[in-house]
């Protein structure tokens, strides 16, 4: 009987102890959520089920970065004079366009980078030329190559990428290569040794880096990033794994979408990485920092880097002040689409205004609850005017974005939550009609490819469908 009590008083103890921390753990989220939404649904699990959400929150609650600090707020010297220099350097390419125009200042403040011209921009469709390109830029580089990436794998493509830059690492060219720790979890370490081997420099971006910092593993540096020597840079949606170079049974061909820069703009990308980099080495290394006119091309570009560390929602403010500044159409291709409120309303109210407002999704899923949470917004935004397609050859992963006649996206960033408030991104804007026009063909083939989505066809589905579109659409602060 005795050790029934001290079990009890012990039980009582710990769960007292426990309800303590989850209503400090509330408190904490209220305090810190990015979303009312969040904040209160953080609040309500916390205080009353410590038991399961206490260890929950401590790995996704985070809505900021933990001691990551971009380096040119964090006041280091040397990562603080090349954005001074670098930034002084590419107003010299900015143009009275840009200068002008409130819609283009807005993305310049949010960006902390000019716009320049002198740029030459091609997009790349699919894996089969985007890696093309790729690879053929690797094997021209005389001084360096850096190599970003979400994903890496052991397979076809990982071993052809890792083949070049062994054989560029020993002609003496430098080799910096950076991928997330979460994204290439599955890399093995004899991969990393033959790249080792050969002199490349290869590290994981590591969000849970520091003792206080060992359980934040919800965010991801969601980053593709290629540099040759300073002067010509690949970004876009693809990683690098055989399913993206279509070879998967199950996605079947994989629809994605790539672009190759030169020009001034090469700088800005090239500076995202530095502080990535930074962040993972503590060290600088040894780059061009000089922005040249691409020998073709006059394409004014922006480079919008936007990671969880941003003081304002770098990401989420562009994809409004897109959305607000279309006057005839906003068409988005994204794989994810788990937006928030204020974006959903932007949409309902662009096709109020007559936009041609149209959003291109993939009919296969990756992941199965942003799949289903993006169903619960066709019913809500159909009686405004905007239009959902499905991409029905393949999966869909490319993330772009055309607004009217003169302005074009393509990134990383996809149209949710994750992207907008957790990952480290990178996008490519272009204001510049010829490459807008470019970008209009490619969609407008996709959209031919597609079938359209719309509340009717929701409505005939099952019960048990619509109840686990609206489950997973709770969770879409999260997704």
């Given at each position: 009987m005795l050790i029934n009590i001290e079990q009890l008083e012990w039980g009582l103890i710990i769960a007292v102890v426990l309800h303590g921390l989850g209503i400090l753990a509330a408190i904490h989220a209220i305090m810190t959520a990015r979303t009312a939404q969040g904040a209160i649904a953080w609040a309500i699990l916390l205080s009353v089920f410590p038991y399961l959400t206490l260890p929950v929150y401590g790995v996704f609650g985070r809505g900021k970065f933990q001691g990551y600090v971009k380096a040119r707020r964090a006041g280091d010297s040397q990562i603080d004079h090349i954005a001074r220099a670098l930034e002084k350097k590419l107003r010299l390419f900015r143009t009275r366009d840009e200068e002008d125009d409130p819609k283009y200042t807005a993305l310049e403040e949010l960006a902390e980078m000019p716009f320049t011209t002198h740029n030459d921009a091609k997009l790349l469709i699919d894996g089969d030329a985007a890696f093309a390109a790729i690879f053929a830029g690797i094997e021209q580089a005389k001084s360096y190559v850096i190599v970003q990436f979400f994903i890496i794998r052991d397979d076809q493509i990982g071993r052809e990428l890792k083949d070049k830059l062994i054989r560029k690492a020993r002609e003496g060219v430098r080799v910096y290569l950076l991928y997330d720790e979460i994204g290439s979890y599955a890399l093995p370490k004899a991969y990393r040794r033959e790249l080792a081997a050969a002199g490349v420099i290869d590290l994981p971006f590591r969000t849970s880096k520091g003792i206080r910092n060992r359980f934040?593993?919800?965010?991801?540096?969601?980053?593709?990033?290629v540099i040759v020597d300073g002067e010509t840079a690949y970004v876009g949606g693809l990683n690098v794994g055989d399913e993206y170079m279509g070879r998967s049974p199950v996605f079947g061909p994989w629809r994605d979408t790539h672009v190759e820069v030169r020009g001034p703009v090469v700088q800005?990308?090239?500076?995202?990485?530095?502080?990535?980099?930074?962040w993972a080495t503590g060290s600088v290394p040894e780059l061009d920092w000089t922005p040249r006119p691409a020998?073709?091309?006059?394409?004014?570009?922006?480079c919008l880097a936007s990671d969880p560390s941003d003081l304002m929602e770098t990401c989420g403010l562009f994809f409004m002040q897109a959305i607000n500044s279309a006057r005839h159409r906003l068409w988005i291709a994204s794989p994810y689409f788990v937006p928030d409120g204020a974006l959903i309303h932007a949409l309902q109210l662009a096709a109020l205004r007559g936009v041609d407002v149209r959003i291109m999704l993939p009919a296969k899923p990756d992941h199965k609850m942003v799949y289903l949470a993006a169903f619960s917004y066709i019913a809500e935004t159909e009686l405004s005017g905007v239009k959902f397609y499905r991409y029905q050859p393949g999966f869909m992963h490319h993330k772009v974005l055309l607004v009217d006649d003169d302005l074009a996206a393509v990134g990383t960033a996809n149209f949710d939550n994750r992207s907008i408030r957790l990952n480290f991104e990178i996008t490519l804007i272009f204001a510049d009609r010829g490459f807008a026009i470019e970008t209009e063909k490619m969609l407008a083939r996709d959209f031919e490819l597609c079938l359209q989505t719309k509340s009717a066809d929701f409505a005939r589905r099952p019960f048990w469908f619509h109840f686990a579109v609206r489950v997973a659409r709770l969770f879409a602060p999260v997704l």
């Open positions: 934040q593993i919800n965010f991801r540096n969601h980053r593709k990033i800005a990308i090239q500076f995202a990485f530095l502080e990535d980099w930074y020998p073709e091309g006059n394409e004014a570009a922006l």
